[in-house]
Nanobody, 116 residues
Framework: QVRLVESGGGLVQPGGSLRLSCAAS????????MGWYRQAPGKERELVAT????????RYADSVKGRFTISTDNAKKTVDLLMNSLKPEDTAVYYC?????????WGQGTQVTVSS
């Protein structure tokens, strides 16, 4: 089992920045990919960004490219998401995700609200 704990959500004005952090614990030795997904009210959960554990290859949703940066500490199995130039449409619950042996694990989610 893999346990994921997120931190760093909150309320921010448009154009502002936030950093989300996620720490994995438990059976973390074979985690292949970590990342962030989000779900806005009335919408499906969508990929925001992912990063591979070994080569740190990143993948971003088109809507966040150039604004968000994902990073990882593979030894500590943590993953951060730096979000800049936030927009109201970035408002959502953000979920940390880890993939281990083909199984997806999820954090409890952290709320990000972008509003003036």
């Amino acid at each position: 089992q893999v346990r994921l704990v997120e931190s760093g959500g909150g309320l921010v004005q448009p154009g502002g920045s936030l950093r989300l952090s996620c720490a994995a614990s438990g059976s973390i030795f074979s985690i292949n990919v970590m990342g962030w997904y989000r779900q806005a009210p009335g919408k499906e959960r969508e990929l925001v960004a992912t990063i591979t554990a070994i080569s740190s290859i990143t993948r971003y949703a088109d809507s966040v490219k150039g604004r968000f940066t994902i990073s990882t500490d593979n030894a500590k199995k943590t993953v951060d998401l730096l979000m800049n130039s936030l927009k109201p449409e970035d408002t959502a619950v953000y979920y940390c995700n880890a993939v281990r042996s083909g199984i997806h694990y999820w954090g409890q989610g952290t709320q990000v609200t972008v509003s003036s």
